[in-house]
Nanobody
Framework: VQLQASGGGLVQAGGSLRLSCAAS????????AGWFRQAPGKEREFVAA????????YYADSVEGRFTISRDNARNTVYLQMTSLEPEDTALYYC????????????????WGQGTLVTVSS
């Protein structure tokens, strides 16, 4: 499975962005997908995850109620809709995938895309 993240950019605080993660390779629809982020000087942290059928989603406390993860298995794509963005959301955002259930630990994910940069100005 190969993952390609896109959709990052510069946005003012309070604004919105939608990130996309396009997957190639068969059987992606059977994978759990997640979004992680890494701010400058900080460790990579979990943001959100969604299971293969979209019946289960999970969010970090810091983004709960502001971010929404979704997927379109027909398009092999996972999305992260981000609203009410804050300067603290500035980071390189990565999508990842693995074959088990929803987990928050990055080491459980086997496949990673390159990051897409989100910058939120105050």
């Amino acid at each position: 499975v190969q993952l390609q993240a896109s959709g990052g950019g510069l946005v003012q605080a309070g604004g919105s962005l939608r990130l996309s993660c396009a997957a190639s390779g068969r059987a992606f629809s059977s994978y759990t997908a997640g979004w992680f982020r890494q701010a400058p000087g900080k460790e990579r942290e979990f943001v959100a995850a969604i299971n293969w059928s979209a019946s289960t989603t999970y969010y970090a406390d810091s983004v709960e109620g502001r971010f929404t993860i979704s997927r379109d298995n027909a398009r092999n794509t996972v999305y992260l809709q981000m609203t009410s963005l804050e300067p603290e959301d500035t980071a390189l955002y990565y999508c990842a995938a693995h074959r088990s259930g929803v987990v928050v630990v990055s080491t459980r994910y086997d496949y990673w895309g390159q990051g897409t940069l989100v910058t939120v100005s105050s």
